[in-house]
């Protein structure tokens, strides 16, 4: 893969290519041909061809070639039966490992982190999507930039080994760090545009649900369907839905009214993968951070993979890693067409859903209420014209749904937690 100086692809993964993977044997591991599965999907994504599979049997990774020497030329061989010209490995490598397998092989070779931030840079539509994904990939690059650059310095005196070419990369070096920095303005411009919206929801005390799960899962087909049944309907707040890998990478926050005129804002973010590249979940970090501020965590599931066991654990650990995993979750089991797989356990705060049809919909919806509102007492109040800091308060921090001002006082037809309530309740009159 090649890039111009604005980090921008501007040659694409080659159509042909034999994906290689390791197999460890530690119980703690995703089986492999799982992840060969998964990485044969991605491939498919990134608009490529897999001609072969290739799972070498290996306890410890070769710090030289990642496959060792033999298995790697064993491989050429079939680069030049099958015509291909590029190799993608499931694992990410070195710079070195890279150097050294593309000297045998004398083809493009490609890690998962590559294949992985080539899919996000090809579906990343607003300029934050943008900026994170380029920031990630350049975090990638520089130390395999680095690590050339000592390498040609331990090489010592020879034709091209000296003067420009060190020069040169230490230049790609400053560039890739200067870019790195103005990324990060820029990112945390839009964040702290975010944080003033979130704040906005936080004094409406609307609240926030987020989808998450694996990629593929069907988070945004969820999200059209709950719009549906939204009374504020508008298809141009729909979002884009494929049953494709990564088929979405910018959040989304949209306005749900249900029939009772309760209201949340529900936010679609970024799908999971196994063997996530940390560069991606540090740029998006920012992006993340909706899911941490969360009142509800809706655990979409593709209840058709027969790995969605290890499709919720992978979630389940980015979610730990973000601090997000002691939020309240219902597990949404989606695609359930076709019924109910035996193997799916229906627990309280589990729904069967089919995001496409419609099917357990209203379950969900009831399981969210029942989750966000349980607390909400809807009364009506008469505050005194002079505890005027008592009607700010409430003005500004719950829901109001009717505001006359009486005789003797300021009356409000308010919804209160239990807290609020037990605390202005010699001021209700009537609940």
Do not use: W
Request: aromatic letters at 6%; hydrophobic letters at 40%.
């Amino acid at each position: 893969m090649l890039f111009n100086d604005r980090n921008e692809i501007v040659q694409d993964i080659k159509q042909r290519a034999i994906l290689v993977g390791i197999n460890s044997g530690r119980r703690d591991d995703i089986p492999i041909e799982e992840s060969m599965e998964e990485l044969k999907e991605l491939t498919r994504a990134a608009g490529a061809e897999v001609v072969d599979i290739v799972i070498q049997n290996k306890a410890k990774i070769d710090p030289a070639y990642f496959i060792g020497k033999g298995k790697a030329e064993e491989i050429k061989i079939m680069c030049t039966a099958y015509d291909v010209d590029t190799i993608i490995f499931n694992d990410e490598l070195s710079a070195s490992q890279m150097r050294n397998l593309e000297g045998i092989l004398e083809v493009a070779i490609i890690d998962r982190t590559t294949l992985i931030l080539d899919i996000f840079a090809r579906r990343a539509e607003t300029k934050e999507a943008k900026l994170q994904v380029e920031i990630a990939q350049l975090r990638y690059r520089l130390p395999r930039l680095v690590g050339l650059g000592r390498s040609l310095s331990r090489t010592g005196a020879g034709i091209g080994t000296r003067g420009p070419g060190e020069q040169k990369l230490e230049l790609d070096r400053r560039r890739i760090l200067d870019r790195i920095s103005d990324i990060k303005k820029q990112i945390e411009e839009v964040k702290k545009n975010r944080d003033i919206q979130r704040a906005k929801r936080n004094k409406l005390q609307i609240p926030v649900v987020s989808l998450v799960g694996y990629t593929n899962a069907g988070k945004s087909t969820l999200m059209n369907k709950l719009l549906d049944l939204s009374l504020e309907q508008s298809e141009s707040k729909k979002v884009y839905s494929e049953d494709l890998l990564f088929a979405t990478l910018d959040t989304f926050h949209r306005k749900i009214v249900l029939d009772d005129k309760k209201e949340f804002i529900l936010t679609d973010t970024v799908g999971f993968v196994s063997k996530l590249p940390h560069h991606l979940v540090d740029a998006f970090k920012s992006t993340l951070e909706e899911v941490v501020e969360s009142d509800l965590l809706i655990h979409v599931v593709d209840s058709c993979n027969e790995n969605f066991e290890m499709q919720i654990k992978v979630t389940n650990e980015v979610l730990k890693d973000l601090g997000a995993l002691n939020k309240p979750m219902i597990y949404a089991f989606n695609k359930c067409d076709n019924g109910i797989r035996n193997t799916l356990a229906k627990t309280k705060d589990s729904v069967f859903i089919s995001a496409l049809t419609g099917y357990g919909i209203e379950n969900l919806t009831q399981i969210i209420k029942e989750h966000l509102f349980k607390d909400m007492i809807k009364c009506k109040m008469l505050i005194p014209y002079e505890k005027g800091d008592i009607y700010s308060y409430l003005h500004e921090n719950t829901k109001v749904y009717n505001i006359k001002y009486e005789a003797n006082g300021t009356y409000l037809e308010v919804e209160l937690n239990e807290a609020n309530y037990n605390r202005y309740k010699q001021y209700i009159i009537e609940a």
